[in-house]
């Protein structure tokens, strides 16, 4: 085995009652979003174990700016529901993760230092944010490396202000990512990927021609269509909006101009609110 495949195995090991030993790249082309819990608890060893693996994440600066919000309180849960768009994961699954754009810590530290503080702006939140995700997805990969399943909620962001609230966050802390995380109780397929060759340039950007776009979403116009009319939810909307092609279902019923303008109100809004804009 090689060297540095065992350093990525051996932690896994340590739960061999909740894993299996898998190569890191085994869990992530394995990834699936699991959108169906089991009511089991994820016991506190485990979870402690798969949230160390966001420290490890890179860091701008190393300065570690963000906050994991661990959810498990079923009360607390049944408020987020609505912020979280009545998604049933919130309920069902045993555990929510929010990972936060976190300065409050690093500022109290200049403040105890007195050093000046120079993080007050859109520029800080974007490295904050980048390390909350960053953190997160190494969190999301140590779950599904011990057989949990997890499905990030884009609610976290499109209704922050609710959610950070709810959550009590303090000035320069804003929720940006968050996931359910528990036993899966389904065992869904993989979902197709744009082929990476439409997604990587050598050297400098190539754009793309008509037919090499045609190309690249020849098999997500068939199966991406496929799967939305197979929920009769959104098959109903599409129906009624006369969307005729998945591009459309995307822009027309899915991601509309009107919630995607309200959602970017609701962010810029709650980052100014958050001390982030100055
Ligand atoms: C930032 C982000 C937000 C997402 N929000 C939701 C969501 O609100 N509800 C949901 O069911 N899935 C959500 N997903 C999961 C995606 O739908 C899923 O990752 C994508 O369809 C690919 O499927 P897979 O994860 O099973 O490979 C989100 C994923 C990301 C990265």
């Avoid at 060893?45 to 600066?61: F, I, Y």
């Avoid at 990927?193 to 090499?212: A, I, Q």
């Avoid at 899915?254 to 100014?272: I, M």
Wanted: charged fraction near 25%.
């Amino acid at each position: 085995m090689a060297r540095g495949r065992r350093s990525i195995v051996a932690p896994a090991l340590r739960f061999g009652a909740y894993s299996t030993a898998m190569d890191i790249t085994d869990v992530i082309h394995r990834h699936r979003s699991i959108r169906k819990y089991k009511p089991d608890p994820v016991p506190d060893d485990l979870l402690t174990d798969v949230l160390g693996a966001a420290l490890r994440a890179s860091s701008s600066g190393n300065m570690q700016t963000y906050s994991i919000i661990v959810t498990r309180d079923r009360a607390l849960r049944e408020r987020l529901y609505g912020p979280h768009m009545e998604q049933e994961m919130v309920l069902d699954a045993p555990v929510l993760l929010t990972f936060c754009a976190d300065f409050h810590r690093m500022r109290h530290w200049l403040r105890l230092s007195d050093a000046p503080d120079n993080f007050d702006n859109f520029m800080s939140f974007m490295i904050a944010a980048i390390d909350a995700t960053l953190a997160s997805q190494n969190v999301a990969l140590a779950a599904e490396a011990r057989g949990l399943g997890i499905c990030y909620m884009g609610s976290t962001l499109a209704n922050c202000d609710q959610i950070g609230r709810i959550l009590e966050l303090p000035q320069s802390v804003v929720p940006v990512v968050g996931f359910s995380l528990g036993w899966p109780a389904e065992d869904p397929a993989p979902r197709d990927r744009l082929p990476l060759d439409g997604l990587v340039h050598y050297d400098t950007y190539h754009d793309y021609t008509d037919e090499r776009i045609e190309e690249i979403y020849r098999e997500r116009n068939r199966k991406g269509w496929e799967r939305y009319m197979s929920f009769p939810g959104l098959r109903a909307l599409t129906e009624a909006s006369g969307a005729q092609n998945l591009a459309q279902v995307y822009t027309v019923v899915k991601y509309t101009r009107e919630s995607h303008q309200a959602f970017s109100e609701t962010v810029l809004g709650y980052l100014r609110e958050q001390g982030f804009m100055n």
